[in-house]
Structures are given as structure tokens and as C-alpha cells.
């Protein structure tokens, strides 16, 4: 919740202020939105934009050439893969300390970052943890079985 407001519009936008607020002249004030904003066409990009330029540029990630949803960033043997859908993203790593760097960083360029390390549902699909295998399995046996 509030990815969009993070980015900055990249045409100007105007607003009409509410009535309750100036009641004599409300139909001729106008203020310019300097932010984003949810609702509009662009919001989602300029969100990805926005987010791309930090992960890219500020974290040295590298974008994924044929996915654009998945960065990577590789130290020596550890290795950490974020995959990102609108405002949701899926962070692992091979150590939970560079997971904490990462969260830490980000939260230098953003305003919120909300984290959950267990879930049982990630955009539409049920994640099933087993941690003695080290594994974790995505699939979609609720879409399925509602689909029936």
C-alpha cells in the first residue's frame, strides 16, 4: 500500500479542490499533484520506474534482460533474487543476513516497506513451506480447485 504515491508524475496533473474547502470559489481553484497517484494510467509505471532506478542504480541489482520482474545481485557464492509484481515482490536470498541489508537499504529510498516471512498465498498462488528441505513450492491448487 502506498507504492504509487512513491514515484513522481511524469506529466503535469491538476485537481479540483473540494467544495467544502472554499465554497465561494471551489470551480476556480486548481492545485498541480506533484506526486504520483493512484487511479491514473501511468501510476503503475512510473512506479516500476521509480523502483527500478533504486534497485538498479542506487542497490546494484541487475535487472533480468528477459523477465523485467526479476532482479539479481550476486557477492562471492551468496546471491539475492527479488521478483516483482505492481507492488508486491518476492525477496530470497542464500543468507537472511543480506535480506536485512536489503530491507535496510530500501527503506533508505522508500517511504514503507511491509514485510511478511511466512505466507501461505503469494499473488494467486499457495506457497508451501518445508524448511527441513529447504524448500518452498509454489502452485495453484486453489485456482484450480475453484475453478472446478
Same mark, same amino acid.
Given at each position: ?75 562471492? &557464492?551468496?546471491?539475492?533474487? #527479488?521478483?516483482? $509484481? !505492481?507492488?508486491?515482490? *518476492?525477496?530470497?536470498? %542464500?543468507?537472511?543476513? +543480506?535480506?536485512? &541489508?536489503?530491507?535496510?537499504? #530500501?527503506?533508505? $529510498? !522508500?517511504?514503507?516497506? *511491509?514485510?511478511?516471512? %511466512?505466507?501461505?498465498? +503469494? ?18 491448487? %486453489? ?6
Amino acid at each position: 500500500s502506498g507504492a504509487f504515491l512513491e514515484g513522481v508524475q511524469d506529466i503535469p496533473q491538476f485537481a479540483i479542490l473540494p467544495k467544502e474547502l472554499f465554497p465561494d470559489d471551489y470551480d476556480q481553484l486548481r492545485v498541480e499533484v506533484k506526486g504520483n497517484w493512484y487511479g491514473t494510467k501511468q501510476a503503475p509505471k512510473i512506479w516500476n520506474d521509480h523502483l527500478d532506478e533504486i534497485l538498479v542504480i542506487e542497490m546494484g541489482m541487475m535487472r533480468c534482460p528477459v523477465d523485467p520482474c526479476l532482479y539479481l545481485k550476486r557477492t562471492g &557464492e551468496d546471491i539475492i533474487i #527479488l521478483c516483482v $509484481h !505492481v507492488d508486491d515482490g *518476492k525477496l530470497i536470498s %542464500t543468507k537472511k543476513e +543480506y535480506l536485512e &541489508e536489503f530491507l535496510q537499504t #530500501l527503506l533508505q $529510498h !522508500v517511504r514503507k516497506v *511491509k514485510i511478511l516471512w %511466512t505466507y501461505s498465498r +503469494y499473488i494467486g498462488m499457495d506457497v508451501d513451506w518445508y524448511p527441513e528441505e529447504q524448500q518452498v513450492i509454489l502452485n495453484q491448487r %486453489t485456482y484450480i480447485e475453484q475453478r472446478d
